[in-house]
C-alpha cells in the first residue's frame, strides 16, 4: 500500500496514484488530514478560470476574491461566479475587490480575453450573488483570524497591496504568497513587463518589499505551457462537461496564437511543488523606467554560470552572499521563489485529472 502524504493538498503514492487517491479522500472526510487553507485572488481570464479550477480541487478554497485586471470588476466577478457554478463549486464565496490601481487607471485585455473577458463558451449568468464584504476586508480578516492561509494571486496584485496596507502583519501571517506575474527577463505586455505586473506597478513593489514569503511565476516559465491544439484535444477529450467548457474557453484564448496557461502553473506549483524548479533571487519592480516600467528586475547574478549554453545553472550551491564562490558581485539578498522550469506533461496530467473529477 503506498505511503500517504499531505501537508499542501498534494499527494503521492509510491504504487498507485489511485488508491491513495481514495485513501486520500478517505482520510480528509474523518479529519485525519486536512487540506491547506487558501484564498485566491484572481481577474478571470481564461487561463484564472483553470486556476479557480485547481484550486477548488485541491485545497480548502476558502474564497475567491476578484479585482479589476483581464476586464471591469464587473466582468471579472460574474466570470468567476460563473466558472464556480460550472464546476458545481457553489459553496465558495466570492468577494469583489479593487477595481483598478489606486495611481492611475485601469488597462484591461479584451484583446487577450475577449469583452466579457471570459469568451467563448456560452453559458448562462450565475445564479449566485458575490459576497457583499470587499475583497480586501474578506483577506485581511482571514488571514489574521487563521494561522496558515495561503494566499495565490493571479491578476494585478491591487488588492493583496491594499491588504497589507491595511494590515502589514498579513506578511508574516499569511503562509506565503504565489503569484503570477512578471518575469525573468521575460515580459508580455511590454518587452520588459507582464501584464500584472505592469497593469499595477506600484501594488507590485509594495508587495515584492512586504516581506511575505513569495514564489513568482513569471512568462518565462508560463511560457512552456502552451495552448495547443494537442492541449485542447486533450481537455476534450477528458468526455464530460468541464472538459468541454475548458475545450470551449481554450478554442478562443488560443485564437490569436501563442497562448499559455499562464495562472493554472502558479497554483499548480503550491499544489504538487515539483512541478516547477525555482531559484531565490533577489527581485524588484522598476517603477520608472522609460521602456521597463513594470518590470520584475531579477538578480540572476550569484547563479550565473560561465558554461556558454547555459544562462544560469539552478543546481549551483552558490550563495548570494559568498564571494568566494565565484565573483566578487554576488547580487542582492534574496526575496522571492523565481519558477524557472515547469514539468509540462506532469501539469497536464494533474490539469486533466482535476477536470475529470468535476461534473
Ligand atoms: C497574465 O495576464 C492575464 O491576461 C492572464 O490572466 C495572466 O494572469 C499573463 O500575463
Ligand atoms: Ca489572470
Redesign the pocket.
Known sequence: MGILFSVCGFWKNTESDDILEIQYSFAERKGIVKMRKVILD???????AF?IMLAAQHFDLLGVTTVG??GTLENVTRNALVVLEQIGKTDIPVFPGHAGPSTHELVT?PN??GNSGLDGPVVSPPRRKPEKKHAVDFIVDTVMNNDDVTLIA??PLTNIAAALNREPEISKKASGLYI??GGAYAG??TAAA???IW?DAEAAYKVFHSGIDLHMVG?NL?RQCPVDSAFIDRLRGIGNHTGEFCAQLCDFFSKGGDA?L??ACAVAWLIDPSLIESAYLHVDIELNGLLTRGMTVTDLRFLQTTKPDADIDLTSTARWDDPEEGSPFRGKAPNTHVAFRLDYEGFCKLLTKTIANYP
Not at 484572481?42 to 484564472?48: A, E, K, M, S
Open positions: 484572481c481577474d478571470p481570464g481564461h487561463d484564472d486556476a485586471g483581464n485585455a487577450v480575453h493571479t491578476g503570477m506575474g508580455n505586455w507582464e501584464f500584472n497593469v512568462v508560463t499559455h499562464h495562472d
